[in-house]
């Protein structure tokens, strides 16, 4: 069954390699950054939060591949040389930033405002309060979120061939335009893709779990 | 108890609340209130929904800004301070340190879900006032052992009843040793089989002599607990008095439709 795909097998799956790797770059530094942006626009002053304000909303308004496309032509034009990878990682870390942040400003906005009124009553100081009381049970409040994201940034690498950085989609462009058996070989990167996704939404269940209330 | 009314009024006084007034918008919710507690004196406040009690409570802890009046706990300045004749709110630092002296216990306890019963009330004698981790465990747990919840200490809040909820959160505020307690309609969220556990609990709180404001709905409370019960109505205070005086012989229309309604609910 499936000759062509079974033949060309391990050439995707080193394109999947590629994969798997630019989307744990994009989405491990993306989360950080959003997260790290989400808190500061908590607890920053008004213009740190128009300023991330700005950035949350151009981000949000626009198409990850204009952003990419973007970045691979705007780096060489202040005479900054990044190969297709690094302006690829750049500008998803930047995007995935964005939507991370302002799931990061919702999680904190969901906490209880009971919360940070009985932090305070114990004399609990701002920073305290969101360190020890607000944070811990916002991130909770993060995992559904940022996977959602995650799965969205990973199907996105896709975009990556575009620009000329070589990864799953690219390889079976490849494959199709050599063999023309589009629907073997597409099938078989819906697979891939699949199978890369589907541990993230586990890990995510578990995570959420360990970090439940009531144990 | 009603012995601290023969002392001399403003002697030792603990918390002392002039001319507190508050607005939210146009629509002013406190229209001059003045309230004076002495130490081991117990308040209970009582009135209608909308009164402004709670919104009174809230002021004494500054989790509630206000635009006029002083309010003092321990003689510090609550909120805010007078220098060079111009009224300024006084730092974050400031306002935190203060809080550490007033314990408060709300309606929907709040309890941090994220933590164990046991971390609940050691968080603020180790986080707020740096005791070290071992003494802290002792203190919370001679507390939670005066609340009755000393068998839950590694539960979560979120296994705990309502009523067990509450007593917790009584204990978590009494470990910082507040110079007063607030407690805002704290059986007002829960089933009616479990206030008593709740009230219990303040009644001997009220007996070992800790100050105590108590806003609540409870008549059984304020006739048998209150040294003073005061009653507020649309922002202002209408009658204060001794509860055996004033629930015994309202001045006031106000007061005496207020206690008529609650009276016959209780039956």
């Known amino acids: 069954m499936f000759p062509v795909l079974q033949s ?33 626009a908590a607890v920053g002053g008004n213009i740190l939060r128009s300023l991330i304000t700005a950035y949350i909303f ?25 190969d297709a990878y690094t302006a690829v990682a750049v ?42 009381i607000v944070l811990p049970q916002a991130m909770r409040l993060l995992i559904a979120p940022v996977l959602n994201i995650a799965l969205m940034a990973i199907k996105q690498t896709s975009y990556a061939s575009i620009v000329g950085a070589w990864e799953l989609s690219f390889a079976a462009r490849e494959v199709v335009e050599r063999t023309l058996a589009a629907f073997q070989i597409f099938l078989g990167v819906m697979i891939i893709y699949f199978v890369i996704c589907y541990p993230l939404s586990l890990a995510a269940r578990a995570l959420e779990k360990r970090l439940a209330f009531d144990h | ?65 206000f635009e006029h009046g002083t309010i003092t706990v321990d003689g510090r300045p609550v909120g805010y301070k007078t220098v060079n004749g111009t009224r300024k709110q006084v730092s974050e630092t ?28 050691m968080m603020g004698p180790v986080k707020v006032k740096g005791i070290a981790t071992a003494t802290a465990r002792d203190i919370a747990m001679r507390l939670l052992g005066k609340v009755g919840m000393d068998h839950k200490a590694d539960a979560y809040p979120g296994r705990l009843s309502g009523g067990q909820q509450q007593r917790v959160a009584i204990a978590r505020a009494l470990a910082m040793e507040p110079s007063v307690m ?9 089933d009616p089989e479990l206030v008593g556990e709740v009230l219990k609990v303040m009644r001997e709180l009220a007996e070992e002599g800790m100050t105590m404001i108590v806003v609540t709905h409870e008549m059984g409370f304020a006739r048998g607990v209150a040294d003073r019960v005061v009653f507020m109505d649309g922002g202002v205070v209408v009658e204060e008095g001794p509860p055996g005086d004033i629930m015994a012989a309202p001045k006031t229309d106000r007061f005496r439709g207020f206690l008529s309604r609650h009276l016959s609910e209780e039956g």
Do not use: W
């Not at chain 1, 991370?100 to 932090?119: C, F, L, P």
């Not at chain 2, 918008?25 to 130490?39: H, M, N, T």
């Not at chain 2, 607030?182 to 829960?190: G, I, K, P, Q, R």
């Open chain 1, 58 to 82: 151009i981000f949000r308004g626009v198409p990850v591949l204009v952003v990419m496309f973007l970045g691979f032509y705007s780096f060489p034009a202040v005479g900054l040389r990044l």
């Open chain 2, 94 to 121: 400031e306002n935190a340190s203060l809080r550490e002296h007033v314990g408060m216990v709300f309606q929907s306890y709040n309890l941090f879900p994220h933590r164990t019963v046991l971390q609940n009330v």
């Open chain 2, 182 to 190: 607030l407690f805002d309609e704290v059986t007002s969220a829960l």
């Open chain 1, 91 to 132: 500008s998803m870390i930047v995007y995935v930033g964005a939507f991370v942040a302002e799931a990061t400003r919702g999680a904190i906005a969901a906490v209880a405002a009971g919360q940070t009124e009985a932090a305070k009553s114990l004399g609990m100081r701002k920073g305290m309060i969101m360190r020890e």
């Open chain 2, 1 to 65: 108890m009603n012995q601290a009314a023969a002392l001399p009024p403003q002697s030792d006084e603990i918390v002392a609340i002039r001319g507190l007034r508050k607005s939210y918008g146009k629509l002013e919710v406190l229209k001059g209130i003045d309230i004076s507690v002495r130490r081991g004196e117990v308040v209970v406040v009582l009135g209608p929904s909308g009164s402004g009690k709670s919104t009174m409570l809230r002021c004494v802890n500054f989790l509630e800004t």
């Open chain 1, 8 to 40: 060309n097998l391990p050439y995707l799956l080193q394109g999947a390699v590629y994969t798997v790797i630019l989307s744990v770059i994009v989405v491990s530094c993306g989360t950080v950054l959003g997260v790290g942006v989400g808190v500061l």
